[in-house]
């Protein structure tokens, strides 16, 4: 099959680790060959490190003879590059959150639906060991019927007090805010395991003044099963991972991360629990081989924007419950 020809939209962190696994690991199948960005820094460091062709402009970058675009820029502007690559006929590999409101999500859904093209959402947990681990104990209905979830996540940043200024949490206009812009994993998570989530009831707190976006939050959800979900999450300086579910027949737990991770099932009436073997880190390469066997096998990914549109409904109303103090309905 001939090589893939990709471009890259937003030129940071995220956009410039997936450029390098993919013309490190993923050569034989794609090649990333134009990077854009905004920052003139970035699109220097694009040109002079990595060889590639730069441009600030994305409809010049969509315009080009390309196959596919990476959508890693800020949160606010994934809904018109999506929808202009849609249009232009890309298959997209976007990151989370997909965007900043309902009514821009389902304007980028009806344009890569009706473009017919290939389109995934990053969202990590989806292509972790780990928590690919604890959906397959689940489908195996060795838990029973999920009665609860619980996600707890400390980012290891640092708070905006002690002098931690994370991008997201300083330009809620850009990001959406901490719930939407982080929380939204969790919530991903969640549907994925469990299905729908029906109402959301929100705390939040911050250390910026004039209460600024939230660096620390606790949701409880209620799932269209009845299950019952709790959400914690924040920025601050502590870095850990607490993952759990209680079935009707047995618990499942995850703690820690990476090489210290610790996956325990409990069963209902046995006293030995059962420790599983498990690393929890992100699968190499992420969802972008994934997204890549989905465009040469010319399928449908389930992992779609579509179905990340949940998430971020979740995660809004979320912020409306924080704000109003009222548990929030979610269509």
Sequence with gaps: MTQLRGGVLGFGSTGRQLTTYINQTRSD????????????????????????????SAAELIAMDLDFVLVASSNHAHAGQVVMA?????????EKPIALSLTEADRMIAAVETAGVVNVVNYFMRYSDGYLRFKEIAEQGRLGQ???????????????????????????ELSGGWTVHHACHSIDFFYWINGPITKAYCNTQTTL??????????????????????????????REHHT???????SLLMTGEHDQTVMRLHLEGEKEEHLIPVIDSTRHGNGIDHFLDCIRQGQQSPNSLREARHSLAVALAMQESARTGQVVAID
């Design 29 to 56: 199948v794609a090649q990333i060959v134009v990077a854009c960005d905004v920052a003139q820094p970035q699109l220097d460091l694009a040109k002079e490190t990595y060889g590639l062709v730069t441009t600030p």
């Design 86 to 94: 849609a249009e232009a006929g890309k298959h997209i590999f976007c």
């Design 146 to 172: 999920i009665l609860c979830m619980w996600q707890w996540i400390t980012r290891g940043f640092g708070l905006y007090e002690a002098g931690a200024r994370h991008w997201a949490v300083t330009h809620p």
């Design 209 to 238: 003044p004039d209460n600024g976006s939230e660096e620390v939050l606790l949701g409880n959800l209620t799932f269209a099963n009845g299950a019952m979900g709790m959400v914690g999450d924040s920025t601050c300086v502590l």
């Design 244 to 250: 759990g579910i209680i079935g009707s027949k047995g």
